[in-house]
Each structure stands twice: as structure tokens, then as C-alpha cells.
């Protein structure tokens, strides 16, 4: 699901799951810098059911199809949104299908019809709770402990709210939301900071790798400890040459001793 701002105040959207903000406060999913919009203006939340717009509190104006919204509202593809003086389509985004042209009986006259988007960069997780996960960043991201976040991660290291992505067309902008741990990249601490694809991101102890399309994806793998054992056929040093050597003459001895002892006898 994506939001589209056809007089170009603000460049397309794709919603994550989960609450989207809107407004003029910059860690807001949406940043409208425009006369009237309030810091949280709206919130979009995106569900598995679908989505639904919300005004809090003292917030807004915000109306769809020309309807004032005052509470939480049903969006449904197609719907216009306004949010003070900015105008925005409310998009669905469909897998594309075979045939191009039929969407089915229940589809609306008129909506706003899209096919998937590949996301340009996606974060894969390489430690801890996020090993082996990826996450696709097309919008502001926002990571940390909280439930809420964009990209939740159940560590104790995190801050609520540790740091926020945004895509750039050469990687993403980093910033550090005031976390407690620190936000790293390539392991150099940063307050904000460019990751661009390759680079290591570590907020303390959850370290992810930035992939881009065609990049092969590294394998995250766990480190296992090192061993003194050498490989078959690997050349033996000069103390171990030194060892074998010593342990011959002394199995020499032995067997001379064994020979002088039979003949006595």
C-alpha cells in the first residue's frame, strides 16, 4: 500500500505495516513541511486486514473523498486524502497478473491500480535476534525495541527508538534517535551517517549488512572458534620435525636395549 502525491509535495510512499505518521515532525513516515500541517497530523495504520486512517486528538484537518475525518476511517484504494492543504492518492499495490486487465468482479471504478514495487535496498540481519532475517526498506525506517517500529527487534542493547533509515538514490541516511548504546557504521559511531551497499550497521550489538539489487547477499554465518588442528598434508614446522625425530631415537634406544637383553639370555 502506497501513498501518491499527485501535486509533488512530497514524493511517493510506500506504508509499512504497522502506524505510519503523518506530519511535519521529521520522524514522521511522511514529512510534509507545509503551512497548516500539524507535527502528527494523521496515522495510517496497516494491518493484515487492510488499512485505516486516524486523527488524534486536536489533530487533522484530514478528509477522504471529501468527507472530514474526526476519528478512524476505512481506506480503501482509490480514496483521495487531504491532510490540510496537501492532496494524496491512497494506492493498493497488487502483484502484477497474467493477462493484464481483469482485476475481478469487486473491482472499483476509478481506483488507483499499481504492481509491486521491488524495494531498492533491503538491510539483512547477520547477529542476534535479526540472524538471517531481511527487511526491505522503501520509506523512513524506523528501528528499535518498541512494538511500533518499523522494524522491531526484542534485544535489551536497543533503545526504544535506536535509529531511523531513509533511502537515498545511492543507499540509505542513518540517524541516531538519541539511542543509548550507539548507532555504528563500519563500526564507527555516528550520529547521522551515509550506509551505502556492503556496509556494516550496528546499533551496539544487532549488526545488519545494506544489499542492493544485483548484489549477491552475504551469507551470515556464525563465527566458530579456532582450532590448532592442521589439515592433512599441511607442512609440519620445525619443532614438530624436531618431536618426530626425538621420539625415533628414542624407540632406537629401546629396541637396543630390548636386543642386549636377549642375548644375555
Do not use: W
Request: aromatic share 4%; hydrophobic share 45%.
Amino acid at each position: 500500500m502506497k501513498l501518491v502525491f499527485p501535486n509533488g509535495e512530497h514524493g511517493q510512499v510506500f506504508l509499512n505495516p504497522g502506524a505510519n505518521r503523518i506530519g511535519s515532525d521529521i520522524d514522521n513516515a511522511v514529512v510534509l513541511n507545509r503551512p497548516g500541517i500539524l507535527p502528527v497530523h494523521a496515522v495510517i495504520h496497516i494491518s493484515t486486514t487492510g488499512a485505516n486512517l486516524q486523527v488524534p486528538a486536536g489533530a487533522g484537518p484530514v478528509t477522504v473523498n471529501g468527507k472530514d475525518v474526526l476519528d478512524i476511517f476505512g481506506l480503501r484504494s482509490g480514496d483521495t486524502i487531504t491532510f490540510g492543504p496537501v492532496i494524496a492518492k491512497f494506492a493498493v499495490v497488487e502483484e502484477s497478473k497474467s493477462g493484464g486487465g481483469n482485476f475481478g468482479d469487486d473491482d472499483d471504478s476509478g481506483a488507483t491500480r499499481v504492481r509491486a514495487a521491488i524495494p531498492k535496498f533491503v538491510l539483512r540481519g547477520v547477529s542476534g535476534a535479526v540472524f538471517s532475517k531481511v527487511f526491505p526498506v522503501a520509506g523512513p525506517v524506523v528501528i528499535g525495541r518498541a512494538p511500533e517500529c518499523d522494524i522491531s527487534v526484542p534485544a535489551d542493547e536497543m533503545s526504544r527508538r535506536h535509529a531511523m533509515v531513509k533511502p537515498t538514490p545511492d543507499g540509505l541516511q542513518v540517524e541516531d534517535l538519541g539511542s543509548s548504546n550507539g548507532t555504528y557504521i563500519n563500526n564507527k559511531r555516528v550520529q547521522t551517517g551515509f550506509l551505502g551497499p556492503g556496509d556494516e550497521l550496528r546499533l551496539d550489538a544487532v549488526r545488519f549488512i545494506l544489499v542492493a539489487p544485483g548484489m549477491e547477499i552475504p551469507n551470515a554465518t556464525k563465527e566458530s572458534p579456532a582450532t590448532n588442528i592442521k589439515p592433512a598434508g599441511a607442512p609440519m614446522g620445525t619443532q614438530a620435525k624436531m618431536q618426530m625425530v626425538a621420539m625415533a631415537l628414542v624407540a632406537l634406544a629401546l629396541l637396543g636395549i630390548v636386543a642386549m637383553v636377549l642375548m644375555k639370555k
